[in-house]
């Protein structure tokens, strides 16, 4: 199962799996070391709401798995990752094609480390913007992630 964690393996993989497929998202970037990802939601009409602006629900859903599959990737086999907690801040309607960027840092990977390192689970928050195509934030998504070493690699 190893290849299926290459990043560009992954990156085709979850633009194909049926969630992300049928609500039109992509993930347009995924970088070599898993510590940056940019997902797109394209404008297309089952994409919409009422309203003519992107579906709510398409927004939040293409934060979803991000950010625990960048903290697999950077983090290795050694420890369990779930997406735990979410909340959503709509701000102005998504209009047109709409991006999120997600980005791993060097501090926020060693905080992990450190805080798990006893075998303690630990939950960082990452803070999404999802954004149109002049730049404006369309809405927030803050992702609370469950993290802890798997029990054979707990001191």
């Known amino acids: 199962m190893r290849w299926a964690f290459k990043p560009q393996v992954m990156r085709k993989l979850l633009n194909f799996w049926p969630p ?3 609500s039109g998202i992509k993930v347009a970037a995924l970088a070599d070391d898993y510590r940056y990802a940019r997902v797109e939601l394209k404008n297309r009409p089952w994409t919409k709401n009422i309203n003519s602006s992107q579906f709510g629900g398409s927004m939040f859903a293409m934060t979803d798995p991000i950010y625990p599959l960048l903290l697999m990737g950077a ?3 050694e420890y369990i990752v779930w997406d735990k907690q979410a909340d959503i801040d709509y701000i102005t309607p998504g209009l047109g094609k709409l991006t999120a960027e997600f ?3 060097d501090e926020a990977v060693e905080d ?23 730049n404006n934030i ?8 469950y993290i802890r070493k798997k029990p054979k ?3």
Do not use: M, S, W
């Not at 992990?112 to 999802?130: C, D, M, R, S």
């Not at 369309?138 to 992630?145: G, I, L």
């Open 112 to 134: 992990i480390k450190i805080n798990t390192a006893e075998g303690h689970k630990y939950f960082p928050q990452f803070l999404v913007h999802v954004k149109d195509a002049d």
């Open 75 to 77: 983090l290795g086999k």
């Open 103 to 105: 980005l791993l840092t």
């Open 20 to 22: 992300f497929f049928f």
């Open 138 to 145: 369309v809405c927030e998504v803050n992702r609370t992630v």
């Open 153 to 155: 690699y707990r001191q």
